[in-house]
Nanobody
Framework: QVQLVESGGGLVQAGGSLMLSCAAS????????MGWFRQAPGKAREFVAA????????LYSDSVKGRFTISRNNAKNTVYLQMNSLKPEDAAVYYC????????????????????WGQGTQVTVSS
């Protein structure tokens, strides 16, 4: 079992930056593939980024590639999402997720691959 708590959301102007953090507690953080998803009002939750547990390989959605960076610090049990050049369409509740799996690949763009979820943090982008 692992508990996930997101932080770092807030209000930012378009073109600005935010860094989200997700602190994990419970079982060994380094055992988990980690992901970020987001959900805007009236829309389905969508994949944003993921990072492997082993070699920190990463995946990004096309909509954020080149603007967002996912990283992890296993010593601090934390995964980060650095968001640059924010656009109004990036506004959403951002969720951190953990997958108890030794594998990593394109399937980790899918919600169903993840076992644990945080409560989310709101990101608002003003135009």
């Amino acid at each position: 079992q692992v508990q996930l708590v997101e932080s770092g959301g807030g209000l930012v102007q378009a073109g600005g930056s935010l860094m989200l953090s997700c602190a994990a507690s419970g079982r060994t953080f380094s055992s988990y593939t980690m992901g970020w998803f987001r959900q805007a009002p009236g829309k389905a939750r969508e994949f944003v980024a993921a990072i492997s547990r082993a070699d920190s390989s990463t995946l990004y959605s096309d909509s954020v590639k080149g603007r967002f960076t996912i990283s992890r610090n296993n010593a601090k049990n934390t995964v980060y999402l650095q968001m640059n050049s924010l656009k109004p369409e990036d506004a959403a509740v951002y969720y951190c997720a953990a997958a108890d799996s030794r594998y990593f690949g394109p399937s980790y763009r899918t919600e169903g691959r993840y076992d644990y979820w945080g409560q989310g943090t709101q990101v608002t982008v003003s135009s």
